[in-house]
Nanobody
Framework: QVQLVESGGRLVQAGGSLRLSCAAS????????MGWFSQAPGKEREFIAA????????NYAESGKGRFTISRDNAKNTVYLQMNNLKPEDTATYYC???WGFGNFVRTTGDQYDYWGQGTQVTVSS
């Protein structure tokens, strides 16, 4: 089992920045591809970003390209999502997820992930 705990979500004004963190425990963190997803009320879960087990490969949804950066620190068992130039439409609960990593591969759909955190709320005011 992998336990994931997100933090860093809060209310922020449009144009502001946030850094979300996800702390992992339970298994060897560096064996897992990590992803961030979001879900707004009444909407389906959306892929945001993913990073390979060594951090050498990343993938982003179009909505976050140029504004969001995913990174990881395997020594700290933590994955991050730096969010810049936030927009009201970014308002959602953000979840991190883990799945067994194969080489430099990243996974971009939720059904490919095995472990999920409880989420952290991001609210962007206009």
């Amino acid at each position: 089992q992998v336990q994931l705990v997100e933090s860093g979500g809060r209310l922020v004004q449009a144009g502001g920045s946030l850094r979300l963190s996800c702390a992992a425990s339970g298994r060897t963190f560096s064996n897992y591809c990590m992803g961030w997803f979001s879900q707004a009320p009444g909407k389906e879960r959306e892929f945001i970003a993913a990073i390979s087990r060594a951090g050498t490969n990343t993938n982003y949804a179009e909505s976050g390209k140029g504004r969001f950066t995913i990174s990881r620190d395997n020594a700290k068992n933590t994955v991050y999502l730096q969010m810049n130039n936030l927009k009201p439409e970014d308002t959602a609960t953000y979840y991190c997820a883990a799945t067994w990593g194969f080489g430099n591969f990243v996974r971009t759909t939720g059904d490919q992930y095995d472990y999920w955190g409880q989420g952290t709320q991001v609210t962007v005011s206009s």
